[in-house]
Nanobody
Framework: VQLQASGGGLVQAGGSLRLSCVAS????????MGWFRQAPGKEREFVAA????????NYADSVKGRFTISRDNTKNTVYLQMNSLKPEDTAAYYC????????????????WGQGTLVTVSS
């Protein structure tokens, strides 16, 4: 089982990025998937999650209205569209899969990607 995240990079404040996470080795069409992030010197924190059907989502207050999570089960892929980026969004972003319910708790996710770095300059 492997989760491959991509799409990170350097962007100016106010800009946008779209992260992708492709799952391989098994299908996650029946599990919730999520994105977490970890800034230097800080603990990993929840960003967004989506149910297996895509019908329900959950966001951290800090990204509501700016980030959108979506998924394409035919491609075993989850996306994170990030708009109006701020310097405080700078972090390594990790996708996670395998949760049986929509959750902001990292312990509910069984599988993790390697992370993709997002840097937002002011």
């Amino acid at each position: 089982v492997q989760l491959q995240a991509s799409g990170g990079g350097l962007v100016q404040a106010g800009g946008s990025l779209r992260l992708s996470c492709v799952a391989s080795g098994r299908t996650f069409s029946r599990s919730a998937m999520g994105w977490f992030r970890q800034a230097p010197g800080k603990e990993r924190e929840f960003v967004a999650a989506i149910t297996w059907s895509g019908s329900s989502t959950n966001y951290a207050d800090s990204v509501k209205g700016r980030f959108t999570i979506s998924r394409d089960n035919t491609k075993n892929t989850v996306y994170l569209q990030m708009n109006s980026l701020k310097p405080e969004d700078t972090a390594a972003y990790y996708c996670a899969a395998g949760a049986t319910i929509l959750s902001s708790s990292s312990y509910r996710y069984d599988y993790w990607g390697q992370g993709t770095l997002v840097t937002v300059s002011s």
